[in-house]
């Protein structure tokens, strides 16, 4: 698991994805989602248009940091880079959004209806050799 709290910035973490997550200068992680301003679904990740109104009236928002382990699934096979074996899994939020994501939890320990809270974690690495990160989900 990555310490961000001493590397704040999102360039030096090598996220595969910068859209999906924002660290604030304290290492706060927020993952980011939608919000239709005219019905007030949630999407995760954020849609360009609404799949409960249609609107493309879309606004970024902060998603609750902690859920639900939903169901997971532990996967042996993967891309040349990336750690394996590893868990994915769907974490239900307090607002209706199932979010899918790898879960960083021993599998052993690994529980339907665990309490998870968002982290970042390295998930393998790039064709430099390189660490690459993600969101994920640990123990709460």
Not at 49 to 62: F, K, P, R, Y
Not at 110 to 136: C, E
């Amino acid at each position: 698991m990555t310490d961000i709290s001493s590397r704040p910035d999102l360039e030096s973490l090598n996220l595969i994805s910068t859209s999906l997550v924002d660290v604030a200068t304290d290492g706060h992680i927020r993952l980011l989602g939608g919000r239709c301003r005219a019905c007030e679904d949630l999407s995760f990740p954020r849609a360009a248009v609404c799949t409960n109104c249609l609107s493309e009236d879309i606004e970024t928002v902060d998603l609750p940091d902690q859920g639900t382990l939903y169901s997971y699934s532990i996967v042996h096979q993967a891309p040349k880079g990336w750690n394996v074996p590893y868990v994915l899994g769907y974490v239900d939020l307090p607002n209706t959004v199932r979010v899918f994501a790898h879960i960083d939890v021993p599998h052993a320990e690994l529980t339907v209806d665990m309490r998870v809270k968002l982290s970042i974690g390295v998930v393998g690495t790039d064709p430099a050799g390189a660490p690459r990160s993600t969101y994920t989900f640990v123990a709460a």
